[in-house]
């Protein structure tokens, strides 16, 4: 049986839009979100300005951030170890396995969380295999891989 396409809840230019008044219409206490592309450019070392502003404004809110993130240890740890947030490495998106485990160690359901992803077959897709809500971001900058590049032209075809 093949898989259908992924499907999202909302989609939004930034992650910036995403604020915990819309966060509260859905009822989320936890955010799930992919690093590369979703929140910075593809790689980028350390968290901006906005990113920063981001997780503190929803941490005021009580709503907490986990990454989830395909990419490698040092990479991962190296955004996230002055955030005091959760990370995940090498989910091998979309396998589930690291949004489940998130999800316990936030102690929050399935229904109270939404993992923001710019990829279709990645994020979007581990969320619908979860089965937790999701909300798709445009991606930032255009420093991705070739790999990604590719799987972004199937993914405009799809969301046409």
């Known amino acids: ?67 989830i993130s395909n990419n490698q240890k040092k990479r991962v740890f190296g955004f996230a170890k002055n955030l005091d947030v959760g990370y995940f490495y090498n989910a091998f998106k979309p396998r589930i396995h690291a949004i489940e485990s998130a999800l316990a160690v936030m102690n929050i359901q399935k229904s109270e969380s939404v993992f923001i992803g710019d990829q279709l077959f990645t994020d979007i897709k581990a969320a619908n295999r979860a089965g937790v809500q999701a909300f798709l971001v445009k991606p930032v900058g255009n420093k991705s891989t070739l790999f990604i590049k590719i799987k972004r032209k199937f993914e405009r075809k799809i969301l046409k």
């Not at 604020?19 to 910075?40: M, R, S, W």
């Open 1 to 67: 049986m093949k898989d259908k396409t992924p499907e999202f809840l909302r989609s939004f230019n930034s992650f910036k839009e995403i604020t915990p008044q819309i966060l509260k219409e859905y009822n989320i206490k936890g955010i799930l979100t992919d690093l590369d592309d979703t929140l910075v450019t593809h790689n980028y070392p350390t968290p901006t300005e906005d990113v920063i502003t981001w997780i503190e404004n929803l941490k005021k809110e009580n709503i907490s951030v986990c990454f």
